[in-house]
């Protein structure tokens, strides 16, 4: 492919920042202006039980299997067995699901056992995971039960990322745009490919992370699902979680692409794209640094998606990625 149509063929995401830095805690500056300034003042003594107003204690939140909506699929390659569990949250409380699954033959006869668990769900999200049974093969039901706890240590993010599917003869292309305001960690994306009878023919999970395991406030990520049989439709879900830090983009430091000197190349074969990008940094302090990248066709459809990254590049330094 001709230098000229690179662009049109890659677009291409690059952060730059300086080591050891990223999410974190911001500090917000008030200046007084016409607000009237009072003390506060907190009382943290202890104090005697029969003090203590009930009003003010928060009542529990309890859920029960009714509050959640589960689908559920079977799925057998040549060395294994999953079975993947889709929920839906119709509660009010945010949750962490856990759950042990035993999978049994025709004749009811224990074969395999595995552990599955959702770090969070928040109300009115949608998330999958699955039980893998290694080295099982014949499964006709497997026994689980969903337990619940509604004080996760985590915060829900599913519904602050949007995303956009592109499907592909071979593939699903998925990008995942963070709205929120705070640090989604551990995106994980999945496919489900199925067949016109809707059964699981294939899965593929992909992690949607920068060199923080993060996607940051207002930033994408993309990635390439590939699919190894011919599939009639697909299903993608997010897994992900949230510690509820808040990004500070200005003590980031972020750097710009003109401080460093970038060269990009080229190469197909027969089964698949290489693209290269060679960087020379003219920045006065080692970096970091992580390209995301969607691959497009000649009408721009997103075709592929992948990440590189270089660990560390010096100050004068050129390397690969």
């Not at 003090?51 to 204690?57: A, G, L, R």
């Not at 294994?80 to 025709?106: E, P, R």
């Not at 993010?157 to 592109?166: D, F, Y």
């Not at 940094?281 to 270089?310: C, F, H, K, T, Y």
Request: glycine share 6%.
């Amino acid at each position: 492919m001709k230098k000229s149509n690179l662009a049109k063929f890659l677009c291409i995401l690059i952060v730059l920042c300086l080591i050891l830095v990223g999410c974190g805690d911001t500090t917000s500056e008030v200046s007084s202006g016409d607000i009237k300034v009072t003390d506060s003042v907190i009382d943290n003594r202890n104090q005697p039980k029969d003090q203590e107003s009930k009003e003010t204690q928060a009542a529990p939140i309890s859920v029960t299997d009714e509050d959640f909506t589960v689908t559920e699929y079977l799925y057998e390659d040549s060395w294994s067995s999953m079975y993947f569990l889709v929920v839906t949250n119709n509660s009010t409380a945010a949750v962490s699901i856990s759950a042990n699954g035993i999978a049994k033959d025709s004749s009811g006869g224990m074969i395999g056992a595995d552990d599955l668990s959702f770090d969070i769900l928040g109300p009115g999200e949608t998330s999958m995971s699955y039980f893998y049974f290694s080295d099982v093969k014949g499964v006709a039901s497997v026994d689980y039960t969903l337990s619940y706890d509604t004080h996760p240590y985590y915060y829900p993010v599913l519904t602050n990322l949007s995303v956009e599917k592109t499907l592909n003869n071979n593939n699903v292309v998925v990008q995942a745009k963070n709205t929120g305001n705070t640090c989604a960690e551990f995106v994980e994306a999945h496919a489900l490919f199925f067949d016109a009878s809707n059964n699981v023919i294939g899965h593929t999970s992909s992690y949607l992370v920068d060199h923080e395991s993060q996607i940051k406030p207002g930033n994408s990520l993309a990635t390439q699902l590939d699919s190894y049989k011919e599939y009639d439709h697909v299903e993608v879900y997010l897994t992900g979680r949230s510690t509820g830090d808040i990004y500070n983009a200005e003590a980031s430091n972020l750097l710009s692409n003109d401080q460093f000197e970038i060269t990009e190349h080229i190469y197909e074969d027969a089964y698949s794209t290489h693209y290269y990008i060679i960087m020379k940094s003219n920045v006065d302090m080692p970096v970091s640094v992580l390209a995301n990248a969607i691959a497009r066709d000649s009408n721009g459809a997103a075709i592929g998606a992948d990440s590189m990254e270089i660990d560390v590049l010096g100050s004068g330094e050129t390397s690969i990625g």
